[in-house]
């Protein structure tokens, strides 16, 4: 991927601040953004700081979403926020399938497609994430589990699924590891989504931006977006520094 142009997938570069973070970090932040023309920024605080945090981007190119969401727009869900409420700040993504949700809070296939379509049903962007646990690479079924999560989700509808919309790859035991996956594992992985997309009709394979999130840092960034089906990052650990994430922005120019 080199400096975007019309056409071309424009870069992604996604923070997921998890439970992490608090008001001191969303000014401190928005204050030392380099804003890249160049790629799309999104950030997924803690529901607590979306409201300000949208607000104070309000004006600007950048994004803002929910880590997580509830599958109805209201009622009796103690403790749960909607997609509805969500687009009501006037923040514009949601993450869905994340694997900390669905391994410690038992977010079932089936819950993660009501929750993404409960996301698309308010307006707003669902990026759906995806991943292999360890188990699942080392007896080689990696891609299986991969495609049974998009499976799911994809049967869930009756049309192109990912038409405007982003999918993360994430195997499980690259995230907060410091073990990313080596570009090569990456790319493949990335290439059989975009050819399941493809294959099945569910999005426009090739305008889908297919971003690559566990243990993404500067150092390892400008190796993994050189490859061709990696249209940017969904960052954790790293994007609660500033500097950090700016330089993986800058990454995206390379
Ligand atoms: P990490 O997390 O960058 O800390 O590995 C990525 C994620 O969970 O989205």
Redesign the pocket.
């Known amino acids: 991927m080199s400096v975007w142009c019309q056409g071309m997938r424009k870069p992604i570069v996604?923070a997921?601040w998890?439970m992490n973070g608090s008001l001191e970090l969303c000014e401190h932040f928005t204050g030392n953004l380099v804003r890249p023309d160049y790629a799309d920024v999104w950030i997924f605080p803690t529901a607590l700081h979306l409201g300000s945090l949208t607000d104070s981007l309000r004006d600007t190119e950048i994004a803002t979403g929910a880590q997580n969401v509830w599958c109805e727009p209201n009622g009796a869900y103690t403790g749960e926020i909607s997609a509805t409420m969500v687009a009501t700040l006037g923040a514009q993504l949601a993450?869905v399938g994340?694997?900390?949700r669905r391994a410690s809070f038992g977010d079932s296939d089936e819950v993660v497609a009501k929750k993404f379509k409960s996301i698309t049903d308010a307006g707003l962007k669902p990026v759906l994430?995806v991943g292999e646990t360890l188990e699942e690479r080392e007896s080689g079924l990696a891609f299986e589990a991969v495609e049974r999560q998009l499976n799911v989700v994809e049967e869930a509808w009756d049309r192109p699924v990912y038409l405007h919309e982003a999918i993360?790859y994430?195997p499980v035991w690259?995230?907060?590891?410091?073990k990313?996956a080596t570009a090569e594992i990456a790319q493949e992985m990335h290439a059989l989504i975009r050819n399941h997309v493809d294959g099945n009709g569910s999005g426009e394979s090739q305008a889908l931006r297919i971003l690559y999130?566990?243990?993404?840092?500067a150092v390892n960034a400008p190796e993994l977006i050189a490859q061709e089906d990696i249209d940017g990052?969904?960052?954790?650990?790293?994007?609660l520094d500033v500097n950090e994430f700016n330089q993986i922005c800058e990454a995206m120019k390379s």
Not at 174 to 178: D, H, L, N, S, V
């Open positions: 996604a997921n998890k993450l994340h694997s900390e994430c993360a994430e690259a995230i907060g590891t410091g990313a999130g566990g243990s993404v840092k990052f969904l960052v954790g650990g790293a994007s």
